[in-house]
């Protein structure tokens, strides 16, 4: 089946303007996260969604930064007034359940970059 | 607390055995490993939960010490297709999928 795909791939914005970025999990994972990874380095964990449950925003690193999902499918990550230190590739991952013991399946990304 | 990672890179000949650390100064109750090759998205290998078990996964195999807080990922014989950064996540409850990854560890196989 398809996996988790992610659009745009590649986002070049101005300093200051507003971005949406969307996730389309695969059919049937209640779970899905997001993260971002700066260039080379780790993965850092932003809000993670979990079937009709209150998200985990724990990771969210400005108010800036908010996320939906709607109809517990679809995802749309917003960077308010985007900053340069924005830019990264944030990666949207999704599983069956939020049980610990479920593997994690990560779209391609979205490359973000902010001039 | 994001867990450690050792070491940060490593390169190897084609054949030769790695071992890539991931220590964390929480309790952990699992920890997962993840490879991503260059410019394409993470992909799962393995998963260990509470137990000390060790797992395989065909010359990939892991061991989890949950006293000490540590899991090690064994690369035995490294192929070409080893390459890329090798990535731990922890999870401390047992309640949730939420992960902690560490920085990475980025191997490079060498004909």
């Known amino acids: 089946g398809a996996g988790v795909s992610q659009s745009p791939s590649n986002k070049v914005t101005e300093k200051g303007k507003d971005v949406e970025l969307r996730c389309d999990p695969i059919?049937?994972?209640?779970?899905l996260y997001w993260y971002r990874q700066s260039l080379g380095q780790g993965l850092e964990f932003l809000i993670y969604?979990?079937?009709?449950?209150?998200?985990?925003k724990s990771g969210l690193p400005s108010d800036r930064f908010s996320a939906e999902r709607t109809g517990g499918s679809v995802s749309t990550l917003t960077i308010q007034r985007t900053q340069q230190e924005d830019s990264a590739v944030y990666l949207c991952?999704?599983?069956?359940?939020?049980?610990?013991?479920?593997?994690?399946?990560f779209g391609p990304g979205t490359r973000l970059t902010v001039l | 607390q994001q867990p450690v990672q050792s070491p940060q890179a490593v390169i190897l000949r084609e054949g030769e055995d790695a071992v890539i650390n991931c220590s964390s100064s929480?309790?952990?109750?699992?920890v997962h490993w993840y490879r991503q090759k260059h410019g394409e998205a993470p992909v799962f290998l393995m998963i260990?939960?509470?137990?000390?078990e060790q797992k395989g996964h065909e010359k990939i195999s892991a061991s989890f010490n949950e006293k000490k807080q540590q899991s090690s990922l064994y690369l035995t014989a490294s192929q070409l297709s080893y390459s890329g950064t090798y990535f731990c996540?922890?999870?401390?409850?047992?309640?949730?999928?939420?992960?902690?990854f560490g920085q990475g560890t980025t191997l490079q196989v060498k004909p």
């Open positions: 991952a999704s599983s069956l359940t939020g049980a610990v013991f479920n593997e994690q399946f």
């Open positions: 059919s049937g994972h209640t779970a």
């Open positions: 969604f979990q079937g009709n449950s209150a998200p985990d």
């Open positions: 929480k309790a952990l109750y699992s």
């Open positions: 260990l939960l509470k137990g000390g």
């Open positions: 996540g922890t999870e401390g409850s047992g309640n949730t999928g939420k992960l902690i």
